[in-house]
T-cell receptor, first 114, second 114 residues
Framework: ETGVTQSPTHLIKTRGQQVTLRCSSQSGHNTVSWYQQALGQGPQFIFQYYREEENGRGNFPPRFSGLQFPNYSSELNVNALELDDSALYLC?????????????FGEGSRLTVL | AQSVAQPEDQVNVAEGNPLTVKCTYSVSGNPYLFWYVQYPNRGLQFLLKYITGDNLVKGSYGFEAEFNKSQTSFHLKKPSALVSDSALYFCAVSSVTGGFKTIFGAGTRLFVKA
């Protein structure tokens, strides 16, 4: 059983640029959630996708957007990058849209904005 | 709105001693409660969950947690700490009224000294 994989693992961007982060969910999971974890803080919920539709969103501006594909993999896009966007971005999958069960996390993509 | 509080930034304990990592929550309706562990530069790993039933739940690596509805708490415990337990621990909550978004606390760093 393949776990959650994320790419790239590390990347550096400059202010104003755009970035796309990718996530492959665990086999059999149809729900993907994205989190932002700033240094020394807990993961902050960005949004969740269930069967290709956004199924909940946290307190993040519209320049944070996402997609989920028919194979349930997902992308997180961030436009007009700001210095405060520097963080570890975590993707988590789960087998249903109702998070009564555990989330399965990838290793994360560490974004540095200069 | 739902929220999670972890009042201690850091917990220090000697190897072999019992450990407790505290968590309180706020949610409308019935909570679904979780503990996750994070090792340096890694994603989060699920430890245990409370959905319903017995207030004492057992999880991975000898950890357990006690759900206390009147105190809205879900403290993580282990009878005998190991040096290898040293890591960052996150409490999390989700609920039907919260749209099943999983919200995390700020985390507690556990140091186990040999």
């Amino acid at each position: 059983e393949t776990g959650v994989t994320q790419s790239p693992t590390h990347l550096i961007k400059t202010r104003g640029q755009q970035v796309t982060l990718r996530c492959s969910s665990q086999s059999g999971h149809n729900t993907v959630s994205w989190y932002q974890q700033a240094l020394g803080q807990g993961p902050q919920f960005i949004f969740q996708y269930y069967r290709e539709e956004e199924n909940g969103r946290g307190n993040f501006p519209p320049r944070f957007s996402g997609l989920q594909f028919p194979n349930y993999s997902s992308e997180l896009n961030v436009n007009a990058l700001e210095l405060d966007d520097s963080a570890l971005y975590l993707c988590a999958s789960s087998p249903t849209g109702a998070n009564t069960g555990e989330l399965f996390f990838g290793e994360g993509s560490r974004l540095t904005v200069l | 709105a739902q929220s999670v509080a972890q009042p201690e930034d850091q917990v220090n304990v000697a190897e072999g001693n019992p450990l407790t990592v505290k968590c309180t929550y706020s949610v409308s309706g019935n909570p679904y409660l979780f503990w996750y562990v994070q090792y340096p530069n890694r994603g989060l790993q699920f430890l245990l969950k409370y959905i319903t039933g017995d207030n004492l739940v057992k999880g991975s690596y000898g950890f357990e947690a006690e759900f206390n509805k009147s105190q809205t708490s879900f403290h993580l415990k282990k009878p005998s700490a190991l040096v290898s337990d040293s890591a960052l621990y996150f409490c999390a909550v989700s609920s039907v009224t919260g749209g099943f978004k999983t919200i995390f606390g700020a985390g507690t760093r556990l140091f186990v000294k040999a």
